[in-house]
T-cell receptor, first 111, second 113 residues
Framework: KNEVEQSPQNLTAQEGEFITINCSYSVGISALHWLQQHPGGGIVSLFMLSSGKKKHGRLIATINIQEKHSSLHITASHPRDSAVYICAVNAGGTSYGKLTFGQGTILTVHP | DSGVTQTPKHLITATGQRVTLRCSPRSGDLSVYWYQQSLDQGLQFLIQYYNGEERAKGNILERFSAQQFPDLHSELNLSSLELGDSALYFC????????????FGEGSRLTVL
């Protein structure tokens, strides 16, 4: 079992729909990251969180430390949101720089 | 534009060869991270440098080595290349040694034939 599991692996939506991507992890963490990777490969950091909730535009990220679970929500989805969304965690302890990645969720938003 | 520069963007080479990938971090960032993204393994952390010193190590092969120079740019050296080393290699930077937001480069795509 991977230390970081995402669901679903693939997600197709119509423009305007509300989207949720889930991430569960099995280790103690100091932070969780949500990343976005567009076709062509570049990676952008969307959020880094260690508790609670963060919002940026149409994107909302939440984390529940007790349940070891995080969600990424996209409101009013748009075709330009089509990308791979990757959850990654900083394990607690001394290896702060080491990220462990989920396998990614491929999101396709149709007009 | 993240401010992190990676060169080359694409590289094609043969098995057994050696290549060097270069990363210039954002201005002021002291930490540089290297990651490998392959089709079968996904994204994996390789190594982190902070202000010239190795800080954390992941699943980096012995054939691979890295360093961070006084001007804070970093190089990842891959030697005795194998077909399975074909991957996207990403560099990221952050201001801190510990947990912090990461800024990724566009990646270097290595193809080993």
């Amino acid at each position: 079992k991977n230390e970081v599991e995402q669901s679903p692996q693939n997600l197709t939506a119509q423009e305007g729909e509300f989207i949720t991507i889930n991430c569960s992890y099995s280790v103690g963490i100091s932070a969780l990251h949500w990343l976005q990777q567009h076709p062509g490969g570049g990676i952008v950091s969307l959020f880094m969180l260690s508790s609670g909730k963060k919002k940026h535009g149409r994107l909302i990220a939440t984390i529940n430390i007790q349940e070891k679970h995080s969600s990424l929500h996209i409101t009013a989805s748009h075709p330009r949101d089509s990308a791979v969304y990757i959850c990654a965690v900083n394990a607690g302890g001394t290896s702060y720089g080491k990220l462990t990645f989920g396998q990614g969720t491929i999101l396709t938003v149709h007009p | 534009d993240s401010g992190v520069t990676q060169t080359p963007k694409h590289l094609i080479t043969a098995t057994g060869q050696r290549v060097t990938l270069r990363c210039s971090p954002r201005s002021g960032d002291l930490s540089v991270y290297w990651y490998q993204q392959s089709l079968d393994q996904g994204l994996q952390f390789l190594i982190q440098y902070y202000n010239g010193e190795e800080r954390a190590k992941g699943n980096i092969l012995e054939r691979f080595s890295a360093q961070q120079f006084p001007d804070l740019h970093s190089e990842l050296n891959l030697s005795s290349l194998e077909l399975g080393d074909s991957a996207l290699y990403f560099c990221a930077s952050s201001p801190r040694a510990g947990v912090g937001e990461l800024f990724f480069g566009e990646g270097s795509r290595l193809t080993v034939l």
